[in-house]
């Protein structure tokens, strides 16, 4: 349990001092957390429409947050390149997001060119439905995509590595909350990159 627990505390560690210097960035990942802990009480009322949520409040302001303000280039603050960054991310780094997202996107023109899904599914007969068809397929997304990634951890770099990547992932909004719950405060002040000086302590 140990060993698990400072695995889950490095991947935490890593993914902040790497991937979040800007307040934008931090901002935009505490308007996601708060919107997926909605969609974590959502699941047990309506799982479509937590998944819609999800994919539409939550993982779009995440994932604008890295793709257009996070700094890309190198990393002073840990004396890093972005292309030694991306090589060694646990998770998803930008080419894995690409390829998810674009599966993302993907799903909802499937959806309304074969409302069932080329004869999977019971085909939808109104646009509730066509929604409702889409949240469940976002969420199967979801859910794929964790298993995905930990089942190529799990391959690559062992058990630990990969449950304590599943349990980072699935406790992220409420540790990004406790985390970023000032960064909009001081988007106010004009500040917009943490200087990290808690890094070089």
Known sequence: ???????????????HRYYHHSRINQSLHLVSAISF????GLL????????????TVSMTTR????FFFEPRGYDHV???SDEHKEAIKVGYNIRRKIVLLAVWALLPVV?????????????????????HDLGLSWLALGVAGLLFRVGQLWATQGPLQALAWMTKI???PFHDIWLYHKAPLHLLRGELIDPMQHVHR
């Not at 047990?44 to 994919?55: G, I, M, N, Q, Y």
């Not at 994932?63 to 890295?66: I, V």
């Open 44 to 55: 047990f009322v309506d799982p479509a429409w937590a998944a819609l949520l999800a994919w």
């Open 1 to 15: 349990m140990h060993s698990f627990l400072e695995t889950l505390a490095t991947q935490r560690w890593d993914d």
């Open 78 to 80: 840990n004396q890093a």
């Open 63 to 66: 994932q604008a947050g890295h």
């Open 111 to 131: 959806l309304w060119l074969s409302p069932s899904v080329f004869g999977l599914i019971e085909p939808a007969t109104d646009f509730n439905g066509y929604l």
């Open 170 to 172: 699935l406790t992220d």
């Open 37 to 40: 802990v909605v969609a974590y």
